[in-house]
């Protein structure tokens, strides 16, 4: 057991910091704020998720979020598409193509409703020259025919302000006869001018109209200049149902877009495997890749012992053999009487030492030898006599 500790305490801190990772990630994102204001996906009081988890309890309707990133309005009737929090600057770059889009999907029996991101007064004017002089030089013409065509266009009027801080909701009454609220909070200074008779105004701030409607074949449009009323603040403080059915209209398919406020689904592998419900293939190759590393760090068969094991006799040198073999054979009280009668064997024969140099080697033993034995010394001896052989007789 022991000798898989480490890896059983590897994998357990693994498992516990992936754990940790997603219970963080699913913290803030249950919150909603890493959304931009009024997605759905928010569920903070600037998001518009209580009114679509609303929606989606309601028995024969069908709610979706649009992630798609091709601009394009769904295809098929009886759809009231949301597109919430837009900017003035949108509506006014739309091309002549998104135009009449629109009005092929409104036509063909599509409610589309479009509020405005909420601006409590004009932007300061230096601001303005800022943003114009970081765009581009040479700007792509806007095209003009069918935004005049419509007849819509924007203004703000400033809110009134609370001891210069705070601004005040306005508020806005209906001019349109329908059976809806009379008065709301509108928290947005834009307002709606040079319109086109075709647009019914529907509640109006003093004679400026702050959200309308027109009429296209079988579907219609619907324009707000404020986007709070949506909110998940506004839903617990200051919920309107029944202008929010009338909204929504007689249809049944509800979708809301988030691709304009850059929450988008970009297309990848990960994307396909929640399509195709991959995920149990995806654990299991990720089982097969730990199979492969614990088989390459550790055997599943334990190893076999070798059955005819080699002796190895590590050798020894000559000079280390007759060490040895003196050790074994003389005594140490009778080396040096051994040696010095062996060298005086050879040393006769081979006629190296004079015979005066051998004798002064003998006098050096033979002092040595009438020593006790407890006195004698066989190295100091043999140094002794290594000495007398090797110096020059004068």
């Known amino acids: 057991m022991k000798r898989y500790s480490p890896i059983i305490l590897l994998l357990a801190s693994a498992v516990a910091l992936v754990f940790g ?24 009081p600037l998001g518009t998720m209580a009114f679509y988890e609303s929606l989606e309890k309601l028995p024969g309707f069908s709610i979706e979020r649009d992630f798609s990133t091709a601009s394009h309005l769904p295809i098929g009737k009886q759809v009231t598409y949301f597109h919430l929090a837009a900017s003035m600057t949108e509506w006014q770059e739309l091309s002549k193509e998104t135009f009449q889009e629109i009005e092929q999907f409104v036509t063909g029996g599509g409610r589309l409703v479009i509020t405005m991101f909420p601006a409590s007064s004009k932007p300061d004017r230096l601001l303005l020259d800022r943003d114009e002089a970081g765009r581009d030089e040479d700007p792509k013409p806007k095209v003009t025919l069918d935004r005049d065509r419509w007849g819509v266009s924007f203004d703000i009027v400033d809110l009134n302000q609370r001891q210069g801080t705070v601004y005040e909701p306005a508020h806005v009454e209906n001019k349109s006869g329908l059976p809806l609220p009379e008065t709301l909070d509108w928290h947005s200074g834009i307002i709606f001018k040079n319109l086109n008779p075709n647009w019914k105004p529907i509640y109006t701030r003093g004679t400026n109209a702050v959200m309308i409607q027109r009429e296209f074949g079988r579907g219609a449009v619907v324009m707000a200049t404020d986007s709070f009323f949506l909110s998940n603040e506004a839903m617990q403080t200051d919920r309107q149902a029944g202008m929010l059915a009338w909204l929504i209209g007689s249809n049944r398919n509800v979708m809301f877009d988030e691709a304009h406020l850059g929450v988008r689904e970009t297309p990848g592998v990960a994307t396909l495997m929640r399509k195709y419900r991959l995920h149990w293939f995806a654990a299991g190759l990720v089982v097969l890749a730990l199979l492969f590393v614990w088989q390459n760090s550790t055997s599943l068969v334990p190893l076999r012992a070798a ?88």
């Open 21 to 44: 990772i997603v219970h963080l990630f699913r913290l803030r994102f249950e919150v909603g704020d890493v959304y931009p204001e009024y997605s759905s996906l928010r569920s903070d």
């Open 307 to 394: 059955e005819n094991p080699e002796d190895h006799v590590a050798g020894k040198d000559a000079a280390a053999g007759f060490v040895n073999l003196l050790r074994r054979g003389i005594p140490t009280r009778d080396l040096l009487a051994t040696c010095f009668r062996e060298w005086k064997k050879s040393a006769a024969q081979s006629g190296k030492y004079s015979s005066a140099r051998i004798e002064q080697a003998e006098r050096a033993f033979e002092t040595e030898n009438a020593l006790a034995p407890k006195d004698r010394e066989a190295v100091r001896a043999y140094r002794l006599i290594s000495a007398i052989l090797q110096k020059q007789i004068k």
